[in-house]
């Protein structure tokens, strides 16, 4: 079993930075990708930022330029760094990864979610 943690969340004022952490435990082999995506009250769940393969990035146009994501895969950690915050950056983030982990019948891979973490910027 595989459980994804995001951490980091917290309130800021516009203009702030926030660097959310998304740490995977359990028997993994290692990370395929991970991105994160974000939902405000009322709103779908939306993409925010994402390995495309190859180490290639792709970001949403609200987060480019200001969000950056990266990915230790010695730690099995990613990470969101937020600068610039503004209001409508508001929103439970969530992080996703595609996860290859040990398991009886060998190695596998899965997608998980992390429960999500807020984040609340001031204006």
């Known amino acids: 079993q595989v459980q994804l943690v995001e951490s980091g969340g917290a309130l800021v004022q516009t203009g702030g930075s926030l660097r959310l952490s998304c740490a995977a435990s359990g028997r993994i082999r290692s990370i395929n990708t991970m991105g994160w995506y974000r939902q405000a009250p009322g709103n779908q769940r939306e993409l925010v930022a994402r390995?495309?393969?190859?180490?290639?990035?792709a970001y949403a146009d609200s987060a480019k330029d200001r969000f950056t994501i990266s990915l230790d895969n010695a730690m099995n950690t990613g990470y969101l760094q937020m600068n610039s915050l503004k209001p409508e950056d508001t929103a439970v983030y969530y992080c996703?990864?595609?996860?290859?982990?040990?398991?009886?019948?060998?190695?596998?891979?899965?997608?998980?979610w992390g429960q999500g973490t807020q984040v609340t910027v001031s204006s």
């Open positions: 996703n990864a595609d996860v290859r982990h040990y398991s009886a019948f060998g190695t596998q891979s899965r997608t998980y």
């Open positions: 390995f495309t393969g190859g180490g290639s990035t």
